[in-house]
Protein backbone atom coordinates (compact mmCIF):
# COMPACT_ATOMS: atom_id res chain seq x y z
CA UNK A 1 0.00 0.00 0.00
CA UNK A 2 2.70 2.30 -1.18
CA UNK A 3 2.68 6.56 -1.51
CA UNK A 4 5.36 8.75 -2.31
CA UNK A 5 4.48 12.56 -1.35
CA UNK A 6 5.73 16.05 -1.42
CA UNK A 7 7.02 18.61 1.17
CA UNK A 8 5.28 20.42 3.16
CA UNK A 9 7.69 21.62 6.27
CA UNK A 10 10.17 24.55 5.42
CA UNK A 11 14.44 23.67 5.73
CA UNK A 12 13.90 25.69 8.56
CA UNK A 13 11.86 23.55 10.09
CA UNK A 14 12.63 20.32 9.19
CA UNK A 15 15.95 21.31 10.65
CA UNK A 16 13.93 22.37 14.09
CA UNK A 17 12.03 18.71 13.84
CA UNK A 18 15.56 16.77 12.90
CA UNK A 19 16.55 18.36 16.35
CA UNK A 20 13.95 18.05 18.40
CA UNK A 21 13.88 13.99 16.97
CA UNK A 22 16.93 13.30 19.58
CA UNK A 23 16.14 16.18 21.87
CA UNK A 24 12.76 15.25 22.46
CA UNK A 25 10.66 16.28 25.27
CA UNK A 26 7.61 13.77 24.18
CA UNK A 27 7.23 11.02 27.09
CA UNK A 28 3.65 10.63 26.07
CA UNK A 29 2.87 7.18 25.26
CA UNK A 30 3.09 6.28 21.81
CA UNK A 31 2.37 2.44 23.03
CA UNK A 32 0.07 1.73 20.93
CA UNK A 33 1.84 0.52 17.69
CA UNK A 34 5.17 -1.05 16.59
CA UNK A 35 8.54 -0.77 17.71
CA UNK A 36 11.66 -1.92 16.90
CA UNK A 37 12.95 -5.49 16.23
CA UNK A 38 14.84 -7.99 18.40
CA UNK A 39 18.67 -6.85 18.32
CA UNK A 40 19.29 -9.47 15.05
CA UNK A 41 22.12 -8.31 12.88
CA UNK A 42 22.21 -9.52 9.34
CA UNK A 43 25.98 -10.51 9.34
CA UNK A 44 25.03 -12.64 12.43
CA UNK A 45 26.35 -10.60 14.77
CA UNK A 46 24.17 -9.64 17.90
CA UNK A 47 23.21 -5.78 19.68
CA UNK A 48 22.74 -5.80 23.42
CA UNK A 49 18.98 -5.64 24.43
CA UNK A 50 17.22 -3.47 26.68
CA UNK A 51 15.06 -4.18 29.46
CA UNK A 52 11.41 -4.53 28.98
CA UNK A 53 8.89 -2.70 30.70
CA UNK A 54 6.98 -1.94 27.40
CA UNK A 55 7.89 1.33 24.98
CA UNK A 56 6.62 3.79 27.00
CA UNK A 57 8.76 3.18 29.82
CA UNK A 58 11.93 3.00 27.46
CA UNK A 59 11.06 6.06 25.69
CA UNK A 60 10.63 8.15 29.36
CA UNK A 61 14.25 6.81 29.99
CA UNK A 62 15.98 7.46 26.78
CA UNK A 63 14.05 10.78 26.40
CA UNK A 64 14.97 12.14 30.31
CA UNK A 65 18.53 11.12 29.44
CA UNK A 66 18.67 13.14 26.65
CA UNK A 67 16.71 16.29 28.33
CA UNK A 68 19.40 16.31 31.11
CA UNK A 69 22.78 16.37 28.86
CA UNK A 70 20.79 18.78 25.54
CA UNK A 71 20.24 22.31 25.54
CA UNK A 72 18.03 24.14 23.10
CA UNK A 73 19.90 22.78 19.85
CA UNK A 74 22.68 25.55 18.06
CA UNK A 75 22.98 24.82 14.64
CA UNK A 76 25.85 22.36 15.55
CA UNK A 77 23.63 20.17 17.51
CA UNK A 78 20.98 20.57 14.76
CA UNK A 79 23.26 19.08 12.43
CA UNK A 80 24.14 15.77 14.51
CA UNK A 81 20.60 15.55 14.95
CA UNK A 82 19.97 15.25 11.59
CA UNK A 83 22.87 12.43 11.73
CA UNK A 84 20.65 10.90 14.24
CA UNK A 85 17.54 10.92 12.17
CA UNK A 86 18.99 9.69 9.27
CA UNK A 87 20.25 6.51 11.07
CA UNK A 88 16.85 5.63 11.17
CA UNK A 89 15.97 2.39 9.49
CA UNK A 90 13.32 2.93 7.46
CA UNK A 91 12.04 -0.78 8.19
CA UNK A 92 11.76 -0.13 12.26
CA UNK A 93 9.10 1.92 13.75
CA UNK A 94 9.37 6.01 14.03
CA UNK A 95 9.17 7.53 17.63
CA UNK A 96 6.45 10.61 17.18
CA UNK A 97 7.67 13.96 17.77
CA UNK A 98 5.58 15.95 19.68
CA UNK A 99 8.37 19.11 19.72
CA UNK A 100 6.55 22.47 19.50
CA UNK A 101 9.04 23.26 17.31
CA UNK A 102 7.08 20.88 14.87
CA UNK A 103 3.97 23.17 13.20
CA UNK A 104 0.89 21.77 15.16
CA UNK A 105 -0.88 20.87 11.82
CA UNK A 106 1.87 17.95 11.58
CA UNK A 107 2.15 17.32 15.51
CA UNK A 108 2.74 14.07 16.34
CA UNK A 109 5.02 13.54 13.21
CA UNK A 110 4.21 10.57 11.93
CA UNK A 111 1.02 10.69 13.21
CA UNK A 112 0.53 7.02 11.87
CA UNK A 113 2.71 4.17 10.41
CA UNK A 114 1.77 1.05 9.32
CA UNK A 115 3.14 -2.68 8.30
CA UNK A 116 2.11 -4.17 5.42
CA UNK A 117 2.58 -8.28 4.40
CA UNK A 118 1.12 -10.14 1.50
CA UNK A 119 1.39 -13.94 0.48
CA UNK A 120 0.75 -15.70 -2.24
CA UNK A 121 0.98 -19.21 -2.58
CA UNK A 122 1.80 -20.09 -6.47
CA UNK A 123 0.27 -23.93 -6.06
CA UNK A 124 -3.20 -23.20 -4.90
CA UNK A 125 -3.65 -19.13 -5.61
CA UNK A 126 -4.88 -18.47 -2.71
CA UNK A 127 -3.30 -14.94 -1.36
CA UNK A 128 -3.43 -13.71 2.22
CA UNK A 129 -2.20 -10.26 3.72
CA UNK A 130 -1.93 -8.37 7.09
CA UNK A 131 -1.76 -4.65 7.78
CA UNK A 132 -1.23 -3.76 10.81
CA UNK A 133 -1.70 0.33 11.74
CA UNK A 134 -1.24 2.86 14.18
CA UNK A 135 -2.56 6.11 14.88
CA UNK A 136 -0.55 7.53 17.22
CA UNK A 137 -2.54 10.66 17.32
CA UNK A 138 -5.61 8.67 18.98
CA UNK A 139 -3.76 6.15 20.67
CA UNK A 140 -5.55 3.04 18.51
CA UNK A 141 -4.20 0.18 16.88
CA UNK A 142 -5.76 -1.33 13.92
CA UNK A 143 -4.75 -5.08 12.33
CA UNK A 144 -6.83 -6.08 8.83
CA UNK A 145 -6.76 -9.11 7.58
CA UNK A 146 -7.11 -9.61 3.53
CA UNK A 147 -7.66 -12.82 1.68
CA UNK A 148 -8.62 -14.05 -1.60
CA UNK A 149 -10.02 -17.98 -1.78
CA UNK A 150 -8.37 -20.07 -4.51
CA UNK A 151 -10.90 -21.61 -7.03
CA UNK A 152 -11.07 -24.72 -4.80
CA UNK A 153 -12.19 -23.10 -2.39
CA UNK A 154 -15.24 -21.68 -4.26
CA UNK A 155 -15.98 -24.56 -6.19
CA UNK A 156 -17.45 -26.65 -3.42
CA UNK A 157 -14.11 -29.17 -3.90
CA UNK A 158 -13.15 -28.39 -0.15
CA UNK A 159 -16.73 -28.39 1.09
CA UNK A 160 -17.05 -24.98 0.82
CA UNK A 161 -19.61 -22.64 -0.92
CA UNK A 162 -19.47 -19.64 1.67
CA UNK A 163 -16.79 -17.47 -0.40
CA UNK A 164 -17.04 -16.03 -4.02
CA UNK A 165 -13.96 -15.13 -6.34
CA UNK A 166 -12.81 -11.89 -4.72
CA UNK A 167 -10.90 -10.52 -2.22
CA UNK A 168 -12.04 -10.17 1.51
CA UNK A 169 -10.75 -7.61 4.20
CA UNK A 170 -12.17 -8.03 8.25
CA UNK A 171 -10.74 -5.86 10.86
CA UNK A 172 -10.40 -5.31 14.42
CA UNK A 173 -9.18 -2.33 16.32
CA UNK A 174 -7.17 -2.32 19.79
CA UNK A 175 -6.05 0.45 22.59
CA UNK A 176 -4.32 -2.18 24.23
CA UNK A 177 -0.90 -2.54 21.73
CA UNK A 178 2.38 -2.68 23.24
CA UNK A 179 5.80 -2.95 22.31
CA UNK A 180 7.97 -5.39 23.69
CA UNK A 181 11.49 -5.45 24.63
CA UNK A 182 12.45 -2.08 22.81
CA UNK A 183 15.44 -1.61 20.95
CA UNK A 184 16.56 1.76 19.57
CA UNK A 185 19.66 1.77 17.10
CA UNK A 186 21.43 5.24 18.00
CA UNK A 187 25.08 5.00 17.61
CA UNK A 188 25.74 4.50 13.68
CA UNK A 189 24.11 4.84 10.36
CA UNK A 190 21.12 2.24 10.51
CA UNK A 191 22.28 -0.63 7.06
CA UNK A 192 20.08 -3.05 9.25
CA UNK A 193 16.83 -2.69 10.83
CA UNK A 194 16.78 -2.87 14.35
CA UNK A 195 13.45 -5.19 14.70
CA UNK A 196 10.78 -5.29 17.01
CA UNK A 197 7.57 -7.11 18.59
CA UNK A 198 4.44 -6.15 18.86
CA UNK A 199 1.40 -7.53 20.58
CA UNK A 200 -2.27 -6.80 21.09
CA UNK A 201 -3.66 -8.89 24.04
CA UNK A 202 -6.99 -9.37 21.73
CA UNK A 203 -5.36 -9.48 18.11
CA UNK A 204 -1.75 -11.40 17.96
CA UNK A 205 1.59 -10.05 17.54
CA UNK A 206 4.62 -9.29 15.32
CA UNK A 207 7.71 -9.74 15.35
CA UNK A 208 10.69 -8.49 13.11
CA UNK A 209 14.13 -8.95 13.09
CA UNK A 210 16.59 -8.01 10.01
CA UNK A 211 16.21 -11.83 8.45
CA UNK A 212 12.79 -12.84 9.17
CA UNK A 213 9.09 -11.93 9.97
CA UNK A 214 7.03 -13.70 12.24
CA UNK A 215 2.94 -12.77 12.91
CA UNK A 216 0.01 -14.73 14.46
CA UNK A 217 -2.77 -12.41 14.22
CA UNK A 218 -6.82 -13.58 14.99
CA UNK A 219 -9.34 -11.00 13.83
CA UNK A 220 -12.76 -11.89 13.94
CA UNK A 221 -12.13 -15.57 14.25
CA UNK A 222 -9.96 -15.91 10.87
CA UNK A 223 -6.46 -16.68 11.96
CA UNK A 224 -3.47 -15.87 10.10
CA UNK A 225 0.18 -17.18 11.43
CA UNK A 226 3.18 -16.79 8.83
CA UNK A 227 7.08 -17.10 8.88
CA UNK A 228 9.02 -15.00 6.44
CA UNK A 229 12.40 -15.38 5.50
CA UNK A 230 15.28 -14.94 2.30
CA UNK A 231 14.33 -11.38 1.56
CA UNK A 232 14.68 -10.08 -1.98
CA UNK A 233 15.61 -6.59 -0.67
CA UNK A 234 14.58 -3.67 -3.30
CA UNK A 235 18.40 -2.65 -3.07
CA UNK A 236 20.69 -5.29 -2.61
CA UNK A 237 23.79 -3.63 -1.03
CA UNK A 238 22.07 -1.44 1.18
CA UNK A 239 18.47 -2.78 2.95
CA UNK A 240 17.62 0.92 3.94
CA UNK A 241 17.03 1.97 0.52
CA UNK A 242 13.78 2.38 -1.25
CA UNK A 243 11.20 3.44 -3.74
CA UNK A 244 11.34 7.30 -2.63
CA UNK A 245 14.70 7.72 -3.41
CA UNK A 246 16.58 10.85 -2.07
CA UNK A 247 12.27 11.73 -0.86
CA UNK A 248 13.15 9.61 2.16
CA UNK A 249 14.63 12.82 3.76
CA UNK A 250 12.10 14.97 3.24
CA UNK A 251 8.67 15.48 6.01
CA UNK A 252 6.31 14.57 3.82
CA UNK A 253 2.78 13.23 3.88
CA UNK A 254 3.34 9.84 3.19
CA UNK A 255 6.30 7.85 3.22
CA UNK A 256 6.50 4.47 1.58
CA UNK A 257 9.10 2.06 2.11
CA UNK A 258 9.32 -1.98 0.56
CA UNK A 259 11.68 -4.28 2.02
CA UNK A 260 11.05 -6.99 0.55
CA UNK A 261 9.93 -7.74 -3.13
CA UNK A 262 9.94 -11.69 -2.50
CA UNK A 263 10.14 -13.62 0.82
CA UNK A 264 9.85 -17.31 1.15
CA UNK A 265 7.27 -17.72 4.04
CA UNK A 266 5.55 -20.70 5.03
CA UNK A 267 1.76 -19.83 6.80
CA UNK A 268 -1.61 -20.94 8.13
CA UNK A 269 -4.73 -19.83 7.43
CA UNK A 270 -8.40 -20.74 8.77
CA UNK A 271 -11.73 -19.13 8.89
CA UNK A 272 -14.26 -19.36 11.54
CA UNK A 273 -15.55 -22.67 12.20
CA UNK A 274 -13.36 -24.12 9.69
CA UNK A 275 -14.93 -22.82 6.22
CA UNK A 276 -11.64 -21.72 4.56
CA UNK A 277 -8.90 -23.79 5.70
CA UNK A 278 -5.02 -23.13 4.34
CA UNK A 279 -1.50 -23.94 5.00
CA UNK A 280 1.28 -23.98 2.51
CA UNK A 281 4.32 -22.15 0.97
CA UNK A 282 4.22 -19.33 -0.40
CA UNK A 283 6.13 -15.86 -1.77
CA UNK A 284 5.86 -12.38 0.29
CA UNK A 285 5.74 -8.80 -0.22
CA UNK A 286 6.90 -6.51 3.08
CA UNK A 287 6.50 -2.72 2.87
CA UNK A 288 5.35 -0.20 5.12
CA UNK A 289 3.98 3.55 5.38
CA UNK A 290 4.49 6.38 7.87
CA UNK A 291 3.38 10.10 7.83
CA UNK A 292 0.58 12.37 8.85
CA UNK A 293 -2.21 10.81 6.41
CA UNK A 294 -2.86 8.39 3.32
CA UNK A 295 -2.86 10.38 0.20
CA UNK A 296 -5.37 10.80 -2.41
CA UNK A 297 -6.49 9.46 -5.82
CA UNK A 298 -3.79 7.14 -4.84
CA UNK A 299 -2.94 3.73 -7.13
CA UNK A 300 -0.75 0.65 -5.88
CA UNK A 301 0.07 -2.48 -7.88
CA UNK A 302 2.29 -5.46 -6.67
CA UNK A 303 3.16 -8.55 -8.04
CA UNK A 304 5.30 -12.29 -8.35
CA UNK A 305 6.22 -14.29 -10.78
CA UNK A 306 5.28 -17.97 -10.80
CA UNK A 307 8.95 -19.08 -9.45
CA UNK A 308 9.46 -15.23 -8.00
CA UNK A 309 12.37 -15.20 -10.55
CA UNK A 310 10.85 -11.37 -11.01
CA UNK A 311 8.54 -8.66 -9.19
CA UNK A 312 6.52 -5.53 -9.84
CA UNK A 313 5.70 -3.08 -8.05
CA UNK A 314 4.63 0.66 -7.90
CA UNK A 315 1.93 3.42 -6.45
CA UNK A 316 0.53 6.67 -7.72
CA UNK A 317 -0.74 9.65 -5.47
CA UNK A 318 -1.53 12.92 -5.25
CA UNK A 319 -1.50 15.33 -2.42
CA UNK A 320 -3.80 17.88 -1.14
CA UNK A 321 -1.20 21.23 -0.12
CA UNK A 322 -2.75 24.31 0.89
CA UNK A 323 -6.01 23.43 -0.75
CA UNK A 324 -4.55 22.61 -3.99
CA UNK A 325 -4.14 18.98 -5.85
CA UNK A 326 -0.34 18.50 -6.71
CA UNK A 327 0.19 16.44 -9.77
CA UNK A 328 0.54 12.78 -9.75
CA UNK A 329 3.52 11.32 -8.02
CA UNK A 330 4.71 8.54 -9.02
CA UNK A 331 7.52 5.32 -8.10
CA UNK A 332 8.10 2.18 -9.10
CA UNK A 333 10.59 -0.61 -9.25
CA UNK A 334 10.71 -3.79 -11.77
CA UNK A 335 12.90 -6.79 -10.81
CA UNK A 336 13.66 -9.94 -13.68
CA UNK A 337 16.61 -11.49 -15.04
CA UNK A 338 16.52 -9.46 -17.77
CA UNK A 339 16.27 -6.26 -16.23
CA UNK A 340 16.33 -4.18 -12.91
CA UNK A 341 14.30 -0.59 -13.43
CA UNK A 342 13.50 1.85 -10.67
CA UNK A 343 12.00 5.08 -11.37
CA UNK A 344 10.56 7.55 -9.33
CA UNK A 345 9.06 11.28 -10.12
CA UNK A 346 11.88 12.83 -8.02
CA UNK A 347 14.30 11.99 -9.90
CA UNK A 348 16.22 13.78 -12.38
CA UNK A 349 15.60 12.74 -15.87
CA UNK A 350 12.71 10.49 -15.54
CA UNK A 351 8.97 11.17 -17.01
CA UNK A 352 6.00 9.45 -16.16
CA UNK A 353 3.32 10.37 -18.65
CA UNK A 354 -0.01 8.57 -20.57
CA UNK A 355 -1.33 8.08 -16.42
CA UNK A 356 -4.39 6.37 -17.29
CA UNK A 357 -6.76 5.62 -14.06
CA UNK A 358 -10.37 3.96 -14.33
CA UNK A 359 -10.59 2.70 -10.97
CA UNK A 360 -14.60 2.00 -11.71
CA UNK A 361 -13.26 -0.33 -14.77
CA UNK A 362 -10.39 -1.43 -12.23
CA UNK A 363 -7.64 -0.40 -14.76
CA UNK A 364 -4.07 1.40 -14.47
CA UNK A 365 -1.70 2.11 -16.91
CA UNK A 366 1.15 4.36 -16.92
CA UNK A 367 4.67 4.59 -19.13
CA UNK A 368 7.84 5.78 -17.51
CA UNK A 369 10.76 6.78 -19.30
CA UNK A 370 14.28 7.77 -18.11
CA UNK A 371 17.89 7.77 -20.00
CA UNK A 372 17.94 4.38 -21.18
CA UNK A 373 14.83 2.73 -21.10
CA UNK A 374 10.88 2.57 -21.03
CA UNK A 375 8.50 0.53 -19.14
CA UNK A 376 5.06 0.42 -20.27
CA UNK A 377 2.66 -0.98 -17.09
CA UNK A 378 -1.15 -2.01 -17.30
CA UNK A 379 -3.00 -3.69 -14.54
CA UNK A 380 -6.64 -4.82 -14.83
CA UNK A 381 -9.07 -6.25 -12.18
CA UNK A 382 -12.74 -7.22 -12.29
CA UNK A 383 -13.87 -3.74 -10.14
CA UNK A 384 -16.10 -6.76 -8.25
CA UNK A 385 -12.93 -8.58 -6.44
CA UNK A 386 -12.32 -5.17 -4.94
CA UNK A 387 -12.51 -5.83 -0.68
CA UNK A 388 -14.28 -3.80 1.52
CA UNK A 389 -13.43 -0.78 2.26
CA UNK A 390 -9.97 -0.26 4.90
CA UNK A 391 -9.86 2.08 6.74
CA UNK A 392 -6.60 4.55 7.80
CA UNK A 393 -5.64 7.76 9.46
CA UNK A 394 -6.99 10.20 6.70
CA UNK A 395 -6.91 13.30 9.06
CA UNK A 396 -4.79 12.84 11.87
CA UNK A 397 -7.28 11.78 14.35
CA UNK A 398 -10.04 9.96 11.91
CA UNK A 399 -9.87 6.55 10.59
CA UNK A 400 -11.73 7.14 7.07
CA UNK A 401 -12.09 4.84 4.21
CA UNK A 402 -8.84 4.75 2.66
CA UNK A 403 -8.68 2.35 -0.30
CA UNK A 404 -9.95 -1.76 -1.22
CA UNK A 405 -7.50 -3.68 -3.04
CA UNK A 406 -7.96 -7.14 -4.94
CA UNK A 407 -5.66 -9.91 -5.22
CA UNK A 408 -7.11 -11.00 -8.33
CA UNK A 409 -5.15 -8.12 -10.91
CA UNK A 410 -3.39 -8.97 -14.06
CA UNK A 411 -0.46 -6.49 -14.16
CA UNK A 412 1.21 -6.72 -18.01
CA UNK A 413 5.43 -5.24 -18.19
CA UNK A 414 6.97 -4.12 -21.19
CA UNK A 415 10.40 -3.08 -21.23
CA UNK A 416 12.30 -1.26 -23.99
CA UNK A 417 15.78 0.26 -24.20
CA UNK A 418 16.96 2.90 -26.22
CA UNK A 419 19.50 5.52 -27.01
CA UNK A 420 19.19 8.99 -24.40
CA UNK A 421 15.63 9.28 -23.96
CA UNK A 422 14.75 7.78 -27.00
CA UNK A 423 14.75 11.09 -29.02
CA UNK A 424 17.26 8.84 -31.67
CA UNK A 425 16.77 5.72 -33.14
CA UNK A 426 14.34 2.87 -32.27
CA UNK A 427 13.50 1.26 -29.21
CA UNK A 428 13.83 -2.38 -28.96
CA UNK A 429 11.87 -4.71 -26.62
CA UNK A 430 13.74 -6.62 -24.53
CA UNK A 431 11.36 -7.65 -21.68
CA UNK A 432 7.77 -8.57 -21.59
CA UNK A 433 5.57 -10.44 -18.51
CA UNK A 434 2.56 -10.79 -17.40
CA UNK A 435 1.95 -11.37 -13.47
CA UNK A 436 -1.44 -12.76 -12.54
CA UNK A 437 -3.19 -13.09 -9.23
CA UNK A 438 -1.25 -9.42 -8.72
CA UNK A 439 -2.47 -6.90 -6.43
CA UNK A 440 -4.03 -3.60 -7.09
CA UNK A 441 -5.40 -0.83 -5.15
CA UNK A 442 -7.74 1.92 -5.21
CA UNK A 443 -8.22 5.30 -2.91
CA UNK A 444 -11.13 5.16 -2.11
CA UNK A 445 -11.78 8.67 -3.20
CA UNK A 446 -11.34 7.21 -6.99
CA UNK A 447 -13.79 4.72 -6.31
CA UNK A 448 -17.13 6.85 -4.74
CA UNK A 449 -19.42 6.65 -7.67
CA UNK A 450 -22.34 9.32 -7.11
CA UNK A 451 -25.61 7.30 -6.10
CA UNK A 452 -28.02 8.82 -8.76
CA UNK A 453 -25.90 6.64 -11.44
CA UNK A 454 -26.08 3.26 -8.90
CA UNK A 455 -29.01 1.57 -9.64
CA UNK A 456 -31.19 -0.33 -7.32
CA UNK A 457 -29.58 -3.63 -7.90
CA UNK A 458 -25.84 -1.78 -7.80
CA UNK A 459 -26.69 -0.49 -3.67
CA UNK A 460 -28.50 -3.95 -3.01
CA UNK A 461 -25.32 -5.48 -4.31
CA UNK A 462 -22.99 -3.59 -1.95
CA UNK A 463 -24.92 -3.82 1.34
CA UNK A 464 -24.55 -7.56 0.43
CA UNK A 465 -20.94 -7.71 -0.09
CA UNK A 466 -20.78 -5.71 3.59
CA UNK A 467 -22.41 -8.02 5.08
CA UNK A 468 -21.15 -11.05 3.76
CA UNK A 469 -18.16 -10.76 5.70
CA UNK A 470 -19.68 -11.42 9.36
CA UNK A 471 -22.38 -13.60 8.02
Known amino acids: MGTIGLTVLSSTQLQKQR ?7 CTRHWRCFTRPRSAVVRGGGSRSRRGGGGVRAVAEERSKGLASKMKEPTSTEQTMAEEAILSQ ?3 DPHKPNYSPLVPEFARPYPSFEGWYTRLWDPETRFSVAMI ?6 TQESQVTLLFTPSAEDISGQNGNQKYELRTYAVADMSTDARFIDEVYKEDSVATEPVGFEWVAPALGRLKITANQIELDMTVKGYKFKAHLTDEILWNADKSEKGPEGWARYLPIPTHWYVYSLGSKAEYEFS ?3 GALVRKGTAVGHVEKNWGLTFPNGHVWFQGFSENNDAQIIGSAAFFKVGGVNTPYVLAMGYRSPVVSIDMRTNDVGTIFKDIDIRPLEGEFSVKGVK ?14 TLCEPILAPMDKVKWECACRETFLAEISVEVYEHSVWGIAGEDKLIDKKTFKYAGLEFGEDLLKEPKEKQGKEGQDRQIERSRAIDS
Open 132 to 137: MATNYA
Open 19 to 25: AQHVNSN
Open 371 to 384: ASHTIKIHAKADPW
Open 89 to 91: HPL
Open 271 to 273: APG
